[in-house]
């Protein structure tokens, strides 16, 4: 069954239409609420956001929906993604929210949903959710004398820092690194900064004045220009760039070479492997991830194992084979030992023990292998359905063949905006180059013509 609402990482739209309306959200808080109550006790949920305009409005209506539906909320405020998915496993929540668009726009907004164990929610779960959205759940709300209620709770951004902290050893310290951070003034524009002070570092934050329509814009983990500029500006020994709720992570080193998601989970599996923290013989990462990383785990006897687009279905592969490494090209990366989902600072703290430990500049110590060249196109799309069309389908039929063995070719729609994305790699940057333009330009072809 198509979703209507979900996507791959919650529900994901423009802020006040539909699906990201008051209304919508309002009964999401109702059909979740009915969805996780289990036994006699007072439910709770947790409810955190991150820095924009809209979250005022998709706060207040999901707190209608889940007090309507008898479960208690705690309001947690601005905070990252990941904080919201340890709360709600500390505080012994029903369900934890975090209303949140992650990397894009201001105008956006989404609600991204974790389980009583800290996990985003099964296909299952979701599609239950989904098919109780359009019908009338009034005759199963609570009753007038057991309505829930709502209270803002302090002392959550110490939690997590405390966290965060106690994933590193006790004699590690950051002393003598100066570290520039970005926190794409979104959800960990406190938390962060504040956290690697207390570890010892000099710190340089910058994006950290949100003001509700600011967050991600150009800056973050999408937009790592200023980041870049800054590390040169105050020599740093490296830059951190978050998105807007945290969850993802890319870094730069002290020359300004942007270090993404590959890079660190080869930096990290590598280090855990020698030190025989490593779990599962390998790592869990999407198509999108780069065959550099694939051949440099290869050459250490780890195995790269490869999923669906959606840290969702990375989480899902390294529960089911053992795996604690896993993650995206994009920074979001999922370190099971110390959370259930992506932590951009927790990740960034690993990095950095890395380079503490080995005692040498980011540069080196981060660089682990030479990426192929790659390619990666996004066409908006309209309302027609391009890529079944004959001309798209022999465009890409024709790409795989003159890629052969020694490329890869992805293409897929984006599960949180009206994109296609068109991916391709291998050894020969050119051919790479020209398979991706004659995808592109089948695929915009098509959409014109429909």
Known sequence: MSKQYFGTDGIRGRANRFPMTAEVAMRVGMAVGLTFQNGNHRHRVVLGKDTRLSGYMIENALVSGFCAAGMDVFLLGPIPTPAVAMLVRSLRADIGVMISASHNPFQDNGIKLFGPDGYKLSDEIEARIEAMLDKDVELALADADMLGRAKRIDGVH??????????????????????????????????????????GAEVVPIHVEPNGLNINLECGSTHPASLVKKVHEVRADIGIALDGD??????????????????????????????????????????????????????????LHRTKVGDRYVVEHMRAHGLNVGGEQSGHVILSDFSTSGDGLVTALQVLACIKRENRPASEVCRKFEPVPQVLKNVRTGNGKPLESAPVKAAISDAQAK??????????????????????????????????DEIVGAISEAKSAA
């Not at 110490?158 to 959800?187: F, H, M």
């Not at 020359?255 to 490593?278: P, T």
Request: hydrophobic share 45%.
């Open 246 to 303: 945290a969850d993802r992570v890319v870094m730069v080193d002290e020359n300004g070479n942007v270090i993404d998601g590959d890079q660190i989970m080869a930096l990290i599996a590598q280090s855990w492997h020698e030190r025989g923290r490593l779990t599962g013989g390998g790592i869990a990462a999407t198509v999108m991830s780069n065959l550099g990383l694939e051949r440099f785990l290869a050459s250490r006897g780890l195995a």
């Open 158 to 199: 110490d939690r997590y820092i405390e966290a965060a902290k106690r994933t590193l050893p006790r004699d590690l310290s950051l002393s003598g690194l100066r570290i520039v951070i970005d926190c794409a003034n979104g959800a960990a524009y406190r938390v962060a900064p504040a956290a690697l002070w207390e570890l």
């Open 403 to 436: 890629l052969g063995d020694s490329g890869r070719l992805v293409i897929r729609p984006s599960g949180t905006e009206p994109l296609i994305r068109v991916m391709a790699e291998g050894d020969n940057p050119e051919l790479v180059q020209s398979v991706v």
